[in-house]
DNA sequence: TATTATAGTTCAATAATATTGAACTTTGGA
DNA sequence: TCCAAAGTTCAATATTATTGAACTATAATA
């Protein structure tokens, strides 16, 4: 059975005749004799009644008519559904660096569900050590993070969204402190603070180990230490002068990445949700 | 897009892998990846990433997946509906001379109706002028009617249920009245009426036609006239002895027959009923 | 870091099947 | 009685599905 006899099943039924149906669909009378003989065979029984020249349906042919017309109804519906996605929808999970998350994405985020509200958007926290795992494994559809500037993993496709820098900040411009509060290791920036440090001939600093850029963050305007922070997640401080930069520091550039794997279809709702971020 | 490719899709999604579906459907690799470029091509979309070795559904495979199931469930469900009709079901249509739709059978429905209650079955009496006509357009599957023992025609199959006889009854055995009360020309058994009274050189005595059996008997109990009638029209009455056999009359043969068109499938509902009618 | 095994793709050859036209059958009207 | 219309058959042909072999890319392993 194939959706082609369905057709011509249906067809027939419609149009009431073989003939009808052939010039219909395009087909020689054969054809449609052929068509509706394998139907046959494959039900057992025959659909129709040669009554004269008149084709009447079964009581067989009867029953089958509904599902004949619902699969083929289906099928189209199917097709529609896949190809006139004109409007973005379905899942769409993204994986998002902590920080990012926190101080840059959620307008892009309240944007995006408004210009787009039949996408389910998921945004998990990613694991720095097993990106591509993620990326490949249909954990997350793309990732979007912080990174160094030669950001380039092969199996990957990277995007530069954004440049930006790390800063040296402290509560007090004037010093810096013994203490330098990280990220762990696995976080992407944190080979940069550790090279920003031998340039400056600190790297036996002693340092403390934070979860998040935020505990960071506090911690600095208590006193406790300094720490290199994108300027994306200090900004508002910086402004309101509870976060100073440190007096004569280099700053290391870095960029905001997404990332996706280079073999990943680039689905309707994922080209909408890389529009908004770059816009 | 045939019925053949989305079984293969959903094994692979089941399966996980183009190789093991490959396996399980008794196809080598290269079919599998023909069904699948074939379906891409026709959604017009990716179904599958090829992130790795690993194949991952796309989000428009995701979307497509529920159709193709419920397509091939429906497919088979359909199969099923239709081969495994071991339970006669559906509709059922039965043409039915009026007087045997009165004497007869009312107990063979009944019958029929406690064995096999998911036909839905209907009666519909006939015209006797366009049995064929009726037989062929589908407006009954099959006719039960009381006719000449030579009945024949060309296009039905015809299939004798049991011997009768038209019986000469009058309210009174020891006369034969001078009016003869019968159906109508069209009426199976009228010509036979006929042939009879010129037998016994009535060949010009008056008719009353009524338009039923019924009416006829009724006419008969009240010495209206006589006629000729099946036996099983008047056994009743021919007991309780209201009914009476002319004397010395002549019975004529007739036969309960089915008929249905020759080149008509017998589905198992009509089966069935026959079977009940012939035991 | 080679090496090997695994999974999928490509492509040309081949097997299978779908389609067709021509001749035939049956039926319903002129 | 003959003709036209509708469907069937069947052999020829066109199309398509399937396959094996060579190839690519990736994951595992040594």
Redesign the pocket.
């Known amino acids: 059975m194939?959706l082609?006899?369905l057709i011509t099943f249906i067809t027939?039924v419609e149009l009431?005749?073989?003939?009808?149906?052939?010039g219909e669909l395009?087909?020689?009378?054969?054809?449609?004799?052929?068509?509706?003989?394998?139907l046959e065979q494959e039900l057992g029984t025959p659909i129709?009644d040669?009554?004269?020249?008149?084709?009447v349906l079964t009581e067989a042919g009867k029953k089958f008519l509904p599902y004949a017309e619902k699969i083929v109804r289906l099928y189209a519906k199917s097709k529609e559904a896949i190809q006139n996605t004109t409007e973005p929808s379905g899942q769409l999970t993204i994986g998002a660096s902590e920080s990012l998350m926190i101080y840059w994405l959620p307008t892009i985020i309240k944007r995006f569900r408004e210009k787009y509200p039949l996408v389910e958007l998921t945004m998990k926290s990613i694991q720095y050590d097993n990106l591509t795992g993620q990326l490949?494994k249909g954990d997350i559809d793309a990732a979007i993070l912080v990174e160094t500037l030669n950001f380039n993993p092969?199996?990957l496709v990277t995007n530069l969204i954004k440049k930006d820098e790390l800063i040296h900040v402290t509560a007090d411009a004037a010093i810096m402190p013994d203490t330098m509060l990280v990220t762990e290791y696995t976080c992407s920036w944190r080979p940069l603070v550790e090279e920003y440090l031998k340039g400056v001939g600190k790297e036996f600093i002693s340092r403390v180990e934070l979860p998040s850029v935020e505990a960071i963050k506090q911690s600095v305007l208590c006193g406790l230490g300094n720490a290199m922070l994108p300027t994306f997640t200090v900004e508002n401080f910086m402004k309101s002068g509870d976060l100073q930069e440190v007096h004569n520091s280099k700053r290391e550039q870095v960029g905001i990445f997404t990332a996706m794997h280079?073999?990943k279809w680039v689905s309707p709702s994922m080209r909408a949700f890389l529009e908004v971020l770059e816009s």
């Open positions: 194939e082609r006899q027939i009431d005749g073989y003939k009808k149906a052939a395009g087909y020689a009378q054969s054809s449609i004799t052929a068509h509706m003989k394998d129709f040669r009554l004269g020249r008149k084709m490949k092969t199996e280079k073999n």
